[in-house]
């Protein structure tokens, strides 16, 4: 069972059909901790301007997106990493539905979100990806893997679900079981890439 974060930077939900994907991140996770030698991330070049909001973030300007490469040109790139394999993201779903949009030849095997085992803790904190990092004081770690990026940017935030996943699983699960196990003890189903956006498979029911 191939394990792979993701996380995605958008130009927002508000350009429905036509938002734009920024930047992207990969990381694999072999023996539940993110392989770094294997991280993949890119800025991408969206082919127009895009307006300053406060959801897009900090650093993803026209003139740094202008010289990156075009998501034609990253695509290729992708499928290989992500295809047959499981993607794990927090609010997976989000992030799979303008994947999905944009990169056909993308197909994974299924889906693991980390929004939704965090949601079966009763710590009374949010459910935000930093909020939860802070709760398991992992914020530290994922500084250390990517000292380059920060959070809400695409590889601090995808090292932060490479880190979390375990620790999740473990808060929530006996903790000898390991990723994999969960997900096979889970029957999370292959990726149907004619079913509707909003359909996912998820860890736990």
């Known amino acids: 069972m191939e394990l792979v ?11 429905r059909a036509n938002e734009a994907i920024l930047e992207i991140a990969l990381v694999p996770i072999v023996d539940g901790r993110p392989d770094m030698g294997a991280a993949y991330c890119t800025l991408i070049n969206p082919g127009r301007s895009i307006p300053r ?15 990156a490469p075009t998501l034609a040109e990253v695509e290729p790139e992708l499928a290989p990493r992500i295809n047959g394999k499981h993607l794990v993201g ?7 539905r303008l994947l999905r949009r944009h990169c ?7 889906l693991i979100d980390t929004l939704r085992l965090a949601r079966q803790l009763d710590h009374g904190i ?7 990092i802070d709760h398991f ?23 932060a679900v490479a ?28 990726i149907d890439p004619h079913s509707t956006p909003q359909s996912q498979p998820s860890l736990f029911d």
């Open 5 to 15: 974060a993701i996380d995605l930077e958008g130009s927002g939900a508000q350009d």
């Open 53 to 67: 909001r406060p959801w897009i973030s900090p650093g993803l300007t026209d003139s740094v997106l202008r010289d």
């Open 90 to 96: 927090h609010n997976v779903g989000v992030d799979w």
């Open 104 to 110: 056909p030849s993308v197909t994974p095997a299924g």
């Open 126 to 132: 949010g459910r935000s990806l930093t909020s939860v």
């Open 137 to 159: 004081a992992l914020a530290s770690d994922v500084d250390q893997l990517a000292p380059d990026s920060a959070p809400h940017r695409a590889l601090w935030d995808t090292v």
């Open 163 to 190: 880190l979390l996943l375990p620790v999740l699983s473990r808060a929530i699960h006996d903790p000898g079981v390991r990723p994999g196990d969960l997900v096979e003890a889970a029957h999370t189903p292959a």
